[in-house]
């Protein structure tokens, strides 16, 4: 179901919660990220595009060090809901004050990029003994991106409550 992202984000920051948002550069992640959403019964944010399918993303060298009074700031000087981009990687405590601080969407795109790689470099072998089958090939890619999915919307609705 499409909805207004204004609408999900006030929503998600009035029950304490925020949005995830993923990038998907193809229909086997996106179908993924919409299989863990029902099952969450959580919207997402499904980002498509293949003009940052290169882009500069990646993960961090060190432990990301938020600037929290720049970000208590901004709160306080707006209603207007906050996007955090780059918060792969992030720990849950720094996405908890995130949230707190009126962040009401990440953006997460390395975690699902590392979660992608990891499950096909492991069935790749598998697969190769079993006849080259790429479909399943592709199953594993669309369960792995469906299971770190619905981890994340867990992590960003810790409190319990689904849109």
Same mark, same amino acid.
């Given at each position: 179901?499409?909805?207004?992202?204004?609408?999900?984000? @006030?929503?998600?920051?009035?029950?304490?919660?925020?949005? &995830?948002?993923?990038?998907?550069?193809?229909?086997?992640?996106? %179908?993924g990220?919409?299989?863990?959403?029902?099952?969450?019964?959580?919207?997402?944010? #499904?980002?498509?595009? =293949?003009?940052?399918?290169?882009?500069? +993303?990646? =993960?961090?060298?060190?432990?990301?060090?938020?600037?929290? =009074?720049?970000?208590?700031?901004?709160? /306080?000087?707006?209603?207007?809901?906050?996007?955090? +981009?780059? /918060?792969?990687?992030?720990?849950?405590?720094?996405?908890?004050?995130?949230? =707190? &601080?009126?962040?009401?969407k990440?953006?997460? $795109?390395?975690? #699902?990029r590392?979660?992608?790689?990891? &499950?096909?470099?492991?069935?790749? +072998? &598998?697969?190769?003994?079993?006849?080259?089958?790429?479909?399943?090939?592709?199953? %594993?890619?669309?369960?792995?991106?469906? +299971?770190?999915?619905? %981890?994340?919307?867990?992590?960003? $609705?810790? $409190?319990? @409550?689904?849109?």
């Amino acid at each position: 179901m499409r909805a207004r992202l204004p609408d999900l984000a @006030v929503a998600a920051r009035a029950r304490g919660a925020a949005l &995830a948002a993923f990038t998907c550069y193809d229909l086997t992640t996106a %179908t993924g990220v919409v299989t863990a959403a029902q099952d969450a019964e959580s919207p997402v944010v #499904l980002l498509v595009s =293949s003009v940052t399918a290169s882009g500069p +993303h990646g =993960s961090y060298s060190a432990a990301p060090q938020l600037d929290w =009074s720049r970000m208590d700031a901004i709160r /306080a000087a707006t209603d207007v809901p906050l996007v955090l +981009h780059g /918060a792969s990687g992030l720990a849950s405590t720094d996405r908890d004050r995130a949230v =707190s &601080a009126g962040v009401c969407k990440f953006n997460i $795109n390395t975690e #699902l990029r590392q979660t992608v790689f990891d &499950a096909v470099s492991g069935a790749v +072998h &598998a697969e190769q003994q079993r006849g080259l089958d790429l479909n399943s090939l592709l199953g %594993t890619w669309r369960s792995a991106v469906a +299971h770190r999915v619905f %981890t994340a919307i867990g992590d960003l $609705n810790s $409190n319990g @409550v689904s849109a």
